[in-house]
């Protein structure tokens, strides 16, 4: 099988240089092909050469291309580079399709590389050999700071950034919510590298696992020898249950864990970033690294503030007490500090107060609220299961 795909790439290489991209550049590694807009995203996969991203690219009308099956995933060849800018509400809905994913392949005879790239609130569904960026990888290639969010599902070899990967995956991470039949991992399904082994370093996982088969971070070793990870983790405790019990338990950490610096031994200062016990760590050159700064809430404005339950599935209550009146604002984040919505923002009366968010328009995985009373702020994490 790798061997007919690998000659099928071989014969695109060929060929692919009849292709006139509709964007600047040449695709030499000097003069790439320049992508500004969701059309050129799509031309990728028509010739081989070096893309760069030029600026953030909003893919939300691709949920009514193609008769409603999205977008359609292109062959990469050599160099994506994301500079840092993030592909937001890519949409595929290709379910008996096989390799399905921003990229359908990658890698061949010629090395293919992905680097600073994000993909976030992906909805992507595929037959088999499923991932955020790329269904499958043969040969080598190397996903280098690359990060997704979202949804990814299929049937069988389902990651958060790919389906069936060989090579090198570093300073990258999924919170995606990985949905499969059998073969899932947080951020790839299956290593499959023939001439002996990939390698995962300084990566991480913290979305929602469903399926058979799984060890959290991949399914299983590779096809070809052992997968060799290295200070990377995943959240245990919010991966799901709905799946077997894992079994290797040494990359597993707790939320908690998972929100201090102190458990990952990265490069804090130039790569990566935390806001120390409030969320996990971010890439910095995707500009997330912006640490709150909140004032402890004061026990005379703010009394038995608390949110209820906690999991949730549908709903959350939030219940706070004025001993005066004061300003309220309730705020809903995701994982990169962005606000979701607005709750509260208006002049409450003292007494006992409560306020309701309604989860239906969000996917399961882990959420912060802040309530804020006058210049009084208390932060925390809440959780929402489906």
């Known amino acids: 099988m790798k061997k007919i795909i690998e000659t099928v790439i071989f014969i695109f290489l060929i060929v ?53 099956r999205g977008f359609k995933p292109g062959c990469c060849i050599s160099e994506f580079d994301g500079q840092g800018f993030i592909i937001k509400n890519l949409y595929i809905n290709r379910p008996d399709d096989g390799c399905v994913g921003l990229f359908c392949i990658m890698g061949g005879y010629i090395p293919s590389i992905v680097k600073r790239l994000g993909i976030e609130n992906c909805d992507i569904t595929g037959g088999f050999q499923v991932g955020a960026i790329c269904g499958l990888v043969v040969g080598t290639a190397a996903f280098w700071e690359c990060y997704s969010t979202g949804t990814v599902r299929g049937k069988y070899l389902v990651g958060g950034l790919c389906g069936n990967f060989s090579g090198g995956i570093n300073n990258s991470f999924s919170t995606c919510n990985v949905i499969s039949e059998n073969y899932v991992g947080g951020l ?14 300084y990566c991480y996982f913290a979305g929602r696992l ?31 249950t709905t799946h077997p019990p894992i079994t290797d338990k040494s990359y597993g950490k707790s939320t908690i864990e998972m929100m201090k610096r102190s458990t990952y031994g990265w490069d804090f200062d130039s790569v990566w970033c935390i806001d120390e016990g409030k969320d996990y760590p971010k890439l910095r050159i995707f500009d997330r690294c912006i ?45 990169l500090g962005e606000k979701l919505e607005i709750i509260v923002n208006e002049f409450i009366a003292a007494g006992e107060h409560k306020a309701i968010f309604i989860s239906d328009n969000y996917p399961t995985g882990i959420y912060f609220y802040s309530i804020q009373i006058g210049k009084s702020i208390n932060f925390n994490k809440i959780q929402l299961i489906r």
Not at 20 to 44: C, H, M, R, W
Not at 188 to 201: A, K, M
Not at 310 to 329: A, G
Request: charged residues 15%; hydrophobic residues 30%.
């Open 16 to 68: 692919g240089n009849i292709f006139a991209f509709s964007g600047k550049g040449s695709g030499t590694k000097d003069d790439p092909y320049q992508i500004t807009n969701v059309y050129q995203l799509q031309e990728v996969g028509k010739d081989i050469g070096y893309f760069i991203l030029m600026n953030d690219i909003d893919a939300s009308e691709t949920r009514n291309w193609d008769s409603g």
């Open 210 to 240: 469903e399926g058979q088969s799984t060890r959290g971070l991949l399914s299983s070793d590779g096809t070809g020898g052992p997968v060799s990870i290295s200070c990377s983790y995943y959240d245990s405790l919010v991966i799901g």
């Open 188 to 201: 790839t399904g299956i290593c499959s590298l023939d001439e002996g082994g990939s390698f995962i370093y």
């Open 291 to 335: 640490t709150t700064s909140f004032i402890e809430p004061s026990i005379d404005l703010l009394i038995n503030a608390n949110a209820y339950p906690n999991p949730f599935s549908s709903h959350i209550t939030f219940k706070y007490y004025l001993k005066e009146p004061e300003f309220v604002t309730i705020t809903i984040f995701n994982t």
